[in-house]
């Protein structure tokens, strides 16, 4: 066999590769920056805006709080708070959809690391938020 028959195959690799890859569904969904909209000795508001998402993956999207093996792997330890801690997915009314954290009562920490998972029907998305609650 020669170089030449062996760049050709390599070629045409590369190129079904690419085609493969740019028939793949191209998401733009994400989650944006979280806005805090309570301090540290209150219950938990907080709010993250959900980007680039279109109707059909707005249907099947949900969103959770990441595992504790997600969280292991990222070196993220369990916030001592956890258990107070909601995660519900807002989409409904003229605004646009986001996430909505909450607690069932007031924080102690002041500093929160989270990890949030978004899923929906073909992608996954993990984006982890610090949350830094000051005093009134």
Excluded: C
Aim: glycine residues 8%.
């Amino acid at each position: 066999m020669n170089k030449l028959s062996v760049r050709g195959r390599w070629a045409r690799l590369v190129i079904v590769a690419l085609a493969l890859l740019g028939s793949l569904p191209a998401s733009a969904l994400g989650l944006g920056d979280v806005v805090i909209e309570s301090h540290l000795g209150e219950s938990l508001a907080a709010r993250i805006p959900v980007v680039g998402v279109d109707a059909d993956q707005l249907d099947g999207l949900q969103v959770r709080f990441a595992g504790a093996e997600e969280r292991a792997r990222r070196g993220l330890a369990r916030p001592r708070d956890f258990d107070a801690l909601r995660i519900e997915l807002v989409k409904t009314g003229s605004d646009a959809p986001y996430v909505r954290l909450s607690s069932k009562g007031m924080l102690r920490e002041p500093v929160l690391r989270l990890l949030i998972e978004a899923a929906w029907a073909h992608g996954r998305l993990l984006r982890e938020y610090t949350l830094v609650l000051d005093r009134r």
